[in-house]
């Protein structure tokens, strides 16, 4: 799917949990994304991520880190 | 089968903890103190005569056919008007009470034309009852005096008739309109003799403030304001409850019938969301079930741009099974999904997200809850634990003060716009919040106490704010906090929302809200008393919609506003049975009962229960869907009963997406905009066409009650069920109540509920189980569902859409009252004499500014697209601000909205989008293509055509 627009909802919701809390937020983040996101959505963008992942905002990129990749 | 007759007790019930013990006519009734005389007769049985009384209705004692006579009181008192007291005598049968009333109806039938057998109401006409009644057998005066005999009927409604020569001046569709509806419309015109009710001043009552509610009608004791449908078609024979299929309200109606033909749709007072009223698209707007732009028969075509082909319901099956097996096969399992309709039954949504999840073998499956109260689920989930408002519609009678945000009730919720006005009428305290100038704000005998006009997407700042008022000017309720909520969640909240820039004055600017508004709206909500809170998609339909939702909780726990009657958190949901597809499992990520897909618990449940393995991960939301589709990864898509090309936002990526796929299957009862674009129609029924339960905006599960047989050939949840056996499920239900005992069997919330407790009890409230064999009114009594109330900090983050030099205005869209959503129901009815077009409401000096005068065809353009639509100048919108509808689907309002969303549900920001109107001489280019592309997609071949 396209990057621009799962980057503008990933950072979008770390806006949201970086107000709960800078430190819980990543754990927070990517349990969102475990839990709303189609894993193809999920796929995608790590694959942005792997390709450098700009654009994300800094704790929604470390929850990109916390996200189970499948081999 | 007869008609449900429902007992006129001539005065409304009285509520009171002491009683009064009374004889009439020999016999001791014993009723509540302050019940009228009338009425106590009518317990007990006793028929008093009554032209002007009805219950629905304070007493007026103007017809004076009631009287009776009590032992040591002097003369005949109106009985409607005259309270019980304790010991008193009343005789409501005797000589003089019946030469009184004789003579009486002497006068009244002495100007009353005399055309009984061929009268609509010949059979139900109380006039002509209460002549019987009394022995009228001749009226001394003679008929050649002066009368109304010969005045004009008002035929200006679509749905009744005014006939002034009928009229017998009782005011009681008067007093309906004002004291039932709150609109104030009616009145008694002229003195004396002249007098005659009148909508307005002198005006028809089509062009009057007349609502067309129904409730006048109904008052009516005389052929004086009748349906049209009555006087065409005749007296209905039978009559059965069902539920109406427009909003959340769930009003319940009384479909009465004669033969398999529906006569008139009549409020039922038994109704506990409606307690007996209506509005305009419940009790008059059904004709579109029988329109002839129905669809009855299957279709499919290979691509959107052919003629459909009809076949029979075996080949539509089969061409679906075969398609949908090919696209997964080719593409991988998950490349299919479906869309749940929240205007179809329970049973019929749980049917659909089951033939997702087992025989589709994924969780892509949505709906249209999507695109308008996720946040809801999300927000108050988090907040108190469950996904659903807290309160009944009864609560309402016992609020002091009530935010509204967000929602316009008399144009979305009429019914309920209704109960809430009459509370205020009583004294309750009023605080709107929303950009436009509803009519809430001020209309009849109703006038907000506040009214903050805040720019589109601030909603979060100026909820804070509030917070921000009660905290530091020490409103808290601490004992509630204390005693429900979690302490240190709440200091942390509370630090955060008295920071200075959460202070009213520093958001002013920022949200456009004079900041003296919001601390004296706050003061208000936080002391005036039992605060309840009502909102809508003004809220959800955010970037921050989720936010807002817990900002709007956190407000009520602060307050100490849950947990009781009058008070809560109340979103008014939109489609008659929205929240109850949510219940029902229709979101990707969550079972239903709101348990997420990855529970091993539930899902074993299921899986025991279905005999397949399910997936544990989240499907595609709907936006998600389009998405994938354009990506490659998502093929076919079953929709029941929603028009997405028409309602959801962006919608030439909505198209886009739906062109990318190889199978979209459109379940309907028209050819819809979506269905432009499918390759399979398959045929709906509607609400007066199947057995079912909707579940309304208080958890309420009604019963649907079928009336006639599907136009179709099928109810909704039996043609899924033959395109789950067609893919090769197991499906077998033989009635809906199988459905719904199946739902009971593995839904905690549900488990109580069966069509046999329906019919014992008209409805219950969800939780309905073994705590609380009888339902849940008002939720969260002595705790909350998730243990601890939560508090949430709700930092508020602008939107991405932005004003600027190419798009300097904000839109923001909603509906109004004659029109239901898309319109793809309401628009095939009469209701398009109050609203034919969708019109850009626009402030004066914007107009100004840009040449437009009222009526001017007009360019509305944003970054995702443009169409035309004539404005209307009107500062009930601030400078800056256009609104519009989005009920016909020529204006394509959602051409312009775009695919920004809410950051937790993507719910669409369909409330802020940026844009530009200038003058237009003429439609689109996408209003002009789009309307090729529908002429094109409409056709359907004609059976030689076919077999060739």
New interface residues.
Partial sequence: MQPDKLVRMANQIADFFKAQGQTSAPAEIADHLVKFWDPRMRRDILAYVDQGGAGLDPLARQAMELLPRKS | MSLVEENDYGTPAVKSATTVTLTIDGEAVTVPAGTSIMRAAAEMGTKVPKLCATDSVKAFGSCRMCLVEVEGRPGTPASCTTPVADGMQVRTQTERLKRLRRGMMELYISDHPLDCLTCGANGDCELQDMAGAVGLREVRYGYEGENHTHMEKDRSNPYFDYDPSKCIVCSRCVRACEETQGTFALTIEGRGFDSRVSPGAHEDFLSSECVSCGACVQACPTATLIEKSIVEIGQPEHSVVTTCAYCGVGCSFKAEMRGDELVRMVPFKDGKANRGHSCVKGRFAWGYATHKDRILKPMVRARITDPWQEVSWEEAFAHVAKEFRRIQGQYGK?AVGGITSSRCTNEETYLVQKMIRAGFGNN?VDTCARVCHSPTGYGLKTAFGTSAGTQDFDSVEETDVVIVIGANPTDGHPVFASRLKKRLRQGARLIVIDPRRIDLVKSAHVEADYHLPLRPGTNVAVVTALAHVVVTEGLVDEQFVRDFCDWSEFEDWAAFVSDPRHAPEAVEKLTGVPAASIRGAARLFATGGNGAIYYGLGVTEH?QG??TVMAIANLALATGNLGRPGVGVNPLRGQNNVQGSCDMGSF??EFPGYR?V?DDATREIFEKLWGVPLSN?????IP?MF??AL?G?FKGLYVQGEDIVQSDPDTKHVTAGLSAMECVVVHDLFLNETANYAHVFLPGSTFLEKDGTFTNAERRINRVRKVMAPKNGYADWEVTQKLAQAMGMAMTYGHPSEIMDEIAATTPSFAGVSYEKLEEAGSVQWPCNEKAPDGTPVMHIGGFARGKGKF????Y?PT?EKTGPRFPLLLTTGRILSQYNVGAQTRRTANTAWHPEDLLEMHPHDAENRGLKEGDWARLQSRAGETTLRVKVTDRVAPGVVYTTFHHPLTQANVITT?Y?D????CPEYKVTAVQVAPSNGPSDWQEHYREHTELSRRIAVPEQAAE
């Fill in positions: 998950e892509n970037s989720t936010t990707p990520h997420h990855s991960e989240p499907g595609l939301r998600n998405d994938a990506d990864s949430v900090i709700t930092e983050v991405d695919d969303s950051w937790a549900t993507n």
